[in-house]
């Protein structure tokens, strides 16, 4: 009995049991990677990438996008001239800026205004935020944030709401778009400002904090704004009620961070009113630019950018190029391995034979 107790708990206890699955004798399949197995499918993927880059590159280019830069074009140069100034950062400045169509946007109209050279993806300024602040915590809306500093608080001490470097450099410059009709009256563009973020965004990530008894102000009052707004939080948008405060959909849009440093954000899309129910027509437009942003500080400039849409998004050719020439090098790269393996591997197998 003894020495049945030394075996039980010797060197063998731990042996699995002697099954194949436990023994790792499974039935398995290992394939034969030869050239005539490989190469056909280094021709199928390259053919299907180059096939799928050529889709996409006619897709794309089915798409309209007119790029105008105003940064200190026509009359926006005084504007320009004027913000070099930061004492200036509180004047008024407004300017025109003229453009022609020659042919129709038909369909859905987006615009966005685009920067250059400002790089949000610097790690300090991404880090620039609260996001328990943006949440709707009220607990946290007056308490001072560490990773907002030194945007977390006025010189006299006073929580600010948005905290952060992201919120204090928000992109404020406005646009109105007007249509000059040949031998007709000017006409405004009408321009939503709404639906421009994502769903997890306006009902998730950003939230007005309660309760909802209380004015946007009253939950508001003991905050000051960024150091660089014009106006508080809760009157960002004068003529939609509920487009204010953390929800505000321009806020939003600007908080989530570009990964270039040359990029593109939605500004509003065109609402199809009766003269314009099938889009722009080709003719003469104008844009009145209320200008505040100043780019001289990062050497930057500002865009406004009319574009249309396919199902595939908008007039951006990274992806269709990114395949054709993926494609491309897949089948150079099986050409030249099949040149090796006619001048090479197959007369090796031949004498092998």
Not at 258 to 280: C, V
Not at 281 to 293: K, L, V
Request: proline letters at 6%.
């Amino acid at each position: 009995m003894l020495k049945n107790k030394v075996n039980a708990g010797g060197p063998f206890a731990r042996r699995p049991d002697n099954t194949a699955f436990k023994q790792q004798k499974l039935p398995a399949w290992s394939p034969s990677l030869t050239a005539q197995t490989v190469l056909p499918f280094f021709y199928l993927i390259g053919l299907l990438c180059v096939l799928m880059g050529i889709w996409l590159y006619l897709t794309v280019t089915a798409t309209q996008e007119m790029k105008i830069d105003y940064t200190d074009i026509d009359n926006c140069s005084a504007c320009y001239e004027l913000r070099k100034d930061s004492h200036n950062s509180t004047k008024e400045c407004q300017c025109t800026v003229h453009f022609t169509l020659t042919e129709g946007f038909k369909g859905d109209v987006f615009i966005y205004y685009g920067l250059i050279n400002f790089h949000q993806n610097l790690r300090r300024y991404m880090d620039s935020r609260s996001d328990a602040q943006l949440v709707g915590r009220k607990s946290q809306l007056k308490t001072t944030q560490d990773t907002c500093a030194p945007f977390d608080k006025t010189s006299d001490n006073i929580p600010i709401a948005p905290c952060g470097a992201i919120a204090n450099s928000i992109f404020n410059d406005s646009f109105e778009v007007f249509f000059h009709p040949a031998g007709g009256m000017e006409m405004a563009v009408s321009v939503s400002k709404t639906d421009l973020t994502w769903y997890t965004d306006k009902n998730v990530k950003f939230k007005n904090p309660g309760p909802t008894n209380e004015t946007l102000s009253e939950i508001f009052s003991g905050t000051a704004q960024p150091i660089y707004w014009r106006k508080p939080v809760y009157m960002l948008d004068p003529y939609e009620r509920s487009n204010n405060g953390f929800v505000n959909e321009d806020f939003i849009v600007w908080m989530r961070e570009a990964a270039f440093p040359n990029f593109k954000k939605l500004y509003g899309r065109l609402n199809h009113t009766p003269e314009f129910s099938n889009g722009l027509p080709p003719g003469n437009y104008s844009i009145q630019i209320s200008y505040n942003f100043p780019v001289q500080y990062f050497q930057g400039k500002k865009l406004v950018i009319l574009s249309t849409v396919s199902w595939f998004g908008g007039h951006n050719m990274f992806l269709p190029i990114a395949y054709i020439v993926s494609g491309g090098i897949i089948i150079i790269a099986a050409m030249i391995l099949t040149g090796f393996y006619f001048k090479v591997g197959k007369h090796n197998l031949d004498l092998e034979d």
